[in-house]
């Protein structure tokens, strides 16, 4: 089993930016890769980004250029830098971490972009 905690969500001005945190633990040698996903409401969870074990990255369209994910393995922990946010990037951000036929989630953290 592998938990998922994630922090650093809030509320931020358009323009402004927001940094998110996800601690792993337990049984995290068998996950191949962290990311991040978010929720709109009443709508599916989409992929925001992914950073593999080898170091490959991976981001959705919407937030190239804006976002940047990163990893410490020391800490066991990923992140998730947000500039230039805008009030469409409002939504749920959850931590996700696959495995062989399983992907564990963190329990979400809300972020709102507005003035």
């Known amino acids: 089993q592998v938990q998922l905690v994630e922090s650093g969500g809030g509320l931020v001005q358009p323009g402004g930016s927001l940094k998110l945190s996800c601690v792993a633990s337990g049984s995290i040698g068998s996950i191949v890769a962290m990311g991040w996903y978010r929720q709109f409401p009443g709508k599916q969870r989409e992929l925001v980004a992914t950073l593999s074990n080898m170091g490959y990255t991976n981001y959705a369209d919407s937030v190239k250029g804006r976002f940047t994910i990163s990893r410490d393995n020391a800490k066991n922990t990923v992140y998730l830098q947000m500039s230039r946010l805008e009030p469409e990037d409002t939504a749920v951000y959850y931590c996700?971490?696959?495995?062989?036929?399983?992907?564990?989630w963190g329990q979400g953290t809300q972020v709102t972009v507005s003035s």
């Open positions: 996700y971490a696959p495995e062989a036929g399983k992907v564990y």
